[in-house]
């Protein structure tokens, strides 16, 4: 562990202006406040944020950061007040303290809501300054290298899955490949350990069977360059278990059959020297089709720039050649880290920090997009997800610009990409010259322009093929607001049938008088709470009319009784109950086949002569037919009481692995979240998946949802829903 002067000395070694007695407080300070208390190891818990300042200044980093990790402990684990923090150290500290306290807490929260908020929070930090993600990501990386000292097995795989899931594609986003890399094989060992030690065991068999190939292959290189008078340096090294694995994952391929496991990189003194190396590598070795890649003339978002190429080498073993230079090398292992170590001679550390022009940290601009777009927390961290996950395609608008974007990516995404209302408006999209559909999955090098239309609108297709959570969110947003113009028109219509039925002249300044008890600011919003179900026009001719409430309620509750007893006693075993409370006694009630509505959700009916009513959920899209035949809407709710509801019926679509056992692993989820299929069918099948609609018996929409999770968390199911049509 690290002593308090050696840490001085080093942060003095690369910051000399920043104030040393302000780091001796921090650590006098901390070393106080956590006292006797202890890690899962036995050891100090000071050792804690003493490790982590000690793996930043390995990274260069500034003074500040040194002592915010020294305290970004405090607020959380004892008596330390922000306010306290702020009046010792001022207010840049504070404010990066409270950034990383905030990200601390989402570790601390059960609830998922609260997860995401504190995400968000955290988010809008990192956007101000880029050194509460870097202090965090050291937090993390020291918590995950001591995690086997953690007592509860289901702690440590929720820690580990966090750190795959959200740090370790965010240590990606800002180009910290050794956090990444690390992150990554710590959480892989914890996620599955026995993966980890079979390609472990694989790999020490080749080294023992190949003898020192690494050693022979790199000499070869070097050797190849020198004869045409390039000086480089040229290391090789094996990939690491978690990148074999995934690699065998996404390919479904077995270890023996990966040709390229092995990647050499060879560090040139400049920029041309890259591209002669390049020429040098191709002309000694058939290059494989389809592996090279220019990261030079096109440097990746986080600022990685890299030519890889992929040849048939030395002993003719198939490698990853990867040729830059040594600053570029830093950059790549260092990301805004190594931007930092540079700018010191330039703009100073505000400049990389803070959220600038720079295009390498564009991303963080596009995430408060998503905050801006998002209904929700839960929303937004659903979306921030998309965004850093997956491979990047590059592609170029008509003028030129590079625009980066997830794999399998469509026009759409391209369009929200350049701007907000260039998506909003997209009606086409020409991709290297040639009209094609928006679903189009863009490539590598694609020059795309797209064609737009003052009078579109986002479609609810477009929701289906989006992979960027700009997009996504933005998409939502539009059809928020358009589903919320649907449900003023369908809440007022409700009302004023209520108002017919009751034989009273429909006023809206009448409605006023029922805002308060039925919660509303406006009759505009009585009439979106009507429309989505959370009012129905009962209640409001209830509230407005009350004398009449007490007559109604005497008259229909012995016929309403008898029905209910009738159908209980008229129900076959494994049939499925309509407990619909709102009709007149006697009458027909279906659940329609659009949206199979569920017990929870908001309902309206709609009647037709000689057949009874239909029941759909409030946002069923076959509900637009009847916009124009207000009068045969007809209000209605679940019943409450429990003897009425049996088991419903929901149809799902699913699309499934196409390997043997996934149609078990659905099926055995199923039942073991109480639900029960009723009917399955195929509707497509290719070599890798295959879809399907399946028929399940739930208790209600919160049932359903459960139903859904589980599906979505198993390991054969690429993607579930609920069928809408």
Request: proline share 4%; aromatic share 8%; with cysteine.
């Amino acid at each position: 562990m690290v002593g308090q002067y050696e840490l001085v000395d080093r942060v003095k070694s690369y910051d000399p202006k920043f104030d040393s007695s302000l780091l001796n407080l921090a650590y006098d300070f901390s070393e106080k406040a956590h006292g006797g208390q202890r890690r899962d190891s036995g050891d100090s818990y000071f050792s804690h944020p003493l490790e982590v300042a000690d793996i930043l200044t390995d990274y260069r980093l500034d003074g500040a950061s040194i002592v915010t990790a020294l305290l970004h402990d405090t607020i959380e684990d004892t008596d330390t007040s922000q306010a306290e923090i702020k009046k010792i150290f001022g207010d840049e500290i504070s404010q990066l303290v409270d950034g990383v306290t905030k990200l601390t807490r989402i570790e601390l929260q059960s609830n998922k809501a609260k997860q995401a908020e504190n995400f968000r929070k955290f988010v809008l930090a990192s956007s101000r300054d880029i050194r509460v993600l870097l202090i965090k990501l050291a937090d993390r990386l020291h918590n995950m290298r001591t995690i086997q000292y953690v007592e509860l097995p289901e702690r440590r795989h929720r820690i580990a899955q966090e750190t795959m899931d959200i740090y370790a594609p965010l240590a990606a986003r800002i180009g910290m490949n050794d956090f990444k890399d690390e992150l990554e094989d710590l959480a892989f060992s914890e996620l599955n350990r026995d993966a980890r030690d079979s390609i472990i065991r694989r790999l020490q068999f080749l080294r023992e069977e190949g003898g020192n190939l690494i050693e022979r292959v790199t000499k070869e290189l070097k050797q190849v360059l020198l004869d045409d008078n390039v000086t480089a340096v040229v290391s090789g090294r094996e990939k690491s278990p978690y990148s074999i694995w995934r690699k065998m994952s996404r390919k479904q391929v077995a270890f023996e059959q990966l040709s390229d496991i092995m990647a050499f990189r060879i560090l040139v003194n400049d920029y041309s020297d890259c591209y002669r190396t390049l020429g040098i590598i191709h002309a000694n070795y058939r290059a494989v089709p389809g592996r090279f890649r220019d990261y030079l003339s096109t440097p990746k978002p986080n600022g990685y720039q890299s030519l890889h190429t992929g040849v048939l080498g030395p002993e003719k073993h198939r490698i990853e050649v990867q040729i830059r230079t040594s600053k570029m090398h830093e950059i790549a292992e260092r990301g805004v880290a190594a931007h930092w170590r540079y700018s010191q001679l330039g703009a100073g550390p505000v400049s990389v920090f803070g959220l600038s022009d720079d295009s390498h940290y564009r991303w963080l601009q596009e995430l408060l997009d998503i905050l801006d777009d998002a209904a929700g927390p839960e929303d937004f961290l659903e979306h921030t997800k998309l965004e850093m996950f997956s491979d990047q395609v590059f592609v170029f608008s008509p003028k030129g610009e590079v625009y980066a974007l997830p794999q399998s990516s469509t026009p759409i995404d391209f369009a929200y990409a350049v701007h907000t209302e260039v998506g909003d408006h997209c009606v086409g999209a020409m991709i290297n010259g040639r009209n094609m559909p928006l679903q189009t999955l863009l490539q590598n090098g694609d020059q795309v322009e797209i064609l737009t239309s003052e009078n579109q609108t986002p479609s609810p297709n477009w929701e289906q093929f989006v992979v960027t959570g700009k997009a996504r969110a933005r998409i939502r947003r539009v059809l928020r607001y358009q589903k919320q113009l649907e449900y003023v028109e369908l809440g007022k219509g409700i009302i004023e049938q209520a108002f017919l039925r009751r034989s009273e002249e429909f006023n809206e300044g009448k409605l006023i008088d029922a805002l308060k008890e039925l919660h509303a600011e406006s009759v505009h919003d009585l009439y979106i709470l009507v429309g989505q179900g959370v009012h129905t026009g009962r209640d409001v001719v209830r509230v407005l009319f009350p004398e009449e409430n007490i007559l109604r309620n005497k008259q229909s509750k012995n016929s309403l009784f008898s029905l209910r007893r009738s159908k209980r006693k008229s129900q076959k075993d494994g049939e499925f109950s309509v407990p619909i409370d709102g009709l007149t006694p006697g009458m027909a009630v279906h659940l329609a086949k659009c949206c199979y509505p569920l017990p929870g959700e908001r309902i309206v009916a709609i009647a037709t002569t000689g057949k009874g009513v239909t029941v759909h959920t409030i946002d069923c899209m076959t509900l637009e037919s009847f916009s124009d035949s207000p009068e045969r809407w007809v209000d209605v709710s679940w019943t409450t009481d429990p003897e009425s509801i049996k088991k419903q019926l929901s149809r799902l679509k699913v699309t499934l692995v196409n390997e043997p056992g996934s149609l078990g692993e659905l099926a055995n989820i199923i039942a073991q979240s109480g639900g029960n299929i009723s009917n399955l069918q195929f509707t497509n099948r290719n070599p890798d998946f295959f879809d399907m609609t399946v028929d399940i018996e739930v208790d209600d929409n919160k049932h359903l949802s459960n139903v859904l999770s589980a599906l979505r968390a198993g390991r054969s199911v690429s993607t579930v829903g609920r069928s809408r049509g």
